[in-house]
């Protein structure tokens, strides 16, 4: 009754906090900056069945970041997914909110769609992303394509993580005997879901057409001499450096190309390719780690 009369203003939750505390004095999560949250969750869900099959699957600490970070309900239940099957901590959901996850999943220049069936078409489609958001690596640009690929292996799991879900690491530098010649690939991983080899090449520079020739041998040679019976053919990723790519040039590239490859850029902070609109939206990271530290001291 005295919310109707008063609303959620004049203390009225603050009351409320006291009362239930003093109701119940061994029950946590009862402070007022809670039950602001609690109220928030219950407007921005009222479908039950979403609460029970996806929010419930992530801690309560996990539901308030997408609630304090996202607006769209439909990109917050993407995240949600994703946290529940990546395993993200909340600290991590936070980052990959950050990083804007969700615009660059699945959005590789790729000819899938013709190499692939259509299953594994579209699972190997999410699996790659553009750009890829090698932050981790500090503000000093590498220079070249082996500075890249050491800095990529001295931090492998943020690699990992920043790869996505299914990739294990098999090698850098993986040595190929073909004819009379040795060649070796930048970075060799196993996608665990498409049960296949995926061959990642390093480039400094902006896409070249030259480039897909190379990686075609590659990932014949990985088919002939390191592909079990049982393994799916082998898919290339060749990560070039450029803040955008020329999409029909990668795209005449690719249209005859019987093996299957994607191509995406590769940046160390993202600010550099959003629209100018947007990059002042996005919070800092000092901004992050003083949300979190203020959160972490919250009675739950």
Not at 75 to 83: C, D, E, G, P, T
Not at 121 to 131: H, M, V
Not at 225 to 236: E, F
Request: charged share 30%; net charge negative.
């Amino acid at each position: 009754m005295r919310q109707k009369r008063e609303g959620w203003g004049a203390g009225t939750i603050d009351r409320l906090s006291h009362d239930l505390r003093g109701e119940f004095p061994e029950m946590r999560g009862l402070s007022p900056r809670n039950l602001k949250y609690m109220r928030a969750f219950a407007a921005a869900w009222p479908q039950r069945e979403i609460v029970q099959e996806v929010l419930a699957q992530i801690t309560w600490y996990h539901n308030i970041a997408l609630l304090e970070k996202i607006d769209d309900e439909s990109v917050r239940l993407w995240y949600a997914a994703k946290a529940r099957e990546a395993g993200w901590s909340r600290n991590m959901l936070v980052v990959q909110i950050e990083s804007r996850r969700h615009e660059r999943q699945g959005s590789a220049v790729t000819n899938f769609h013709r190499t692939l069936p259509p299953t594994d078409s579209d699972l190997a489609t999410q699996a790659f992303k553009d750009p890829y958001l090698f932050d981790f690596l500090g503000t000093a640009k590498p220079r070249t394509e082996r500075e890249l690929e050491q800095g990529l292996v001295d931090h492998v799991q943020r690699f990992l993580l920043e790869m996505g879900s299914g990739f294990a690491f098999v090698g850098r530098q993986v040595l190929l005997e073909v004819g009379d010649r040795d060649f070796r690939l930048d970075l060799l991983f196993y996608h665990l879901k498409l049960r296949r080899y995926v061959v990642v090449e390093l480039k400094a520079v902006p896409f070249s057409p030259a480039f897909v020739g190379q990686m075609n041998l590659y990932l014949s040679a990985v088919d002939d001499l390191m592909r079990h019976p049982d393994d799916a053919p082998t898919i290339g990723l060749l990560l070039c450096k450029g803040k955008g790519k020329d999409r029909m040039a990668v795209d005449y590239a690719l249209r005859d190309l019987a093996k299957p490859l994607g191509v995406a850029d590769w940046e160390t902070s993202l600010v550099e390719v959003l629209p100018d609109d947007l990059k002042g939206s996005l919070p800092t990271l000092e901004e992050i780690e003083a949300e979190l530290q203020g959160a972490d001291g919250e009675e739950g």
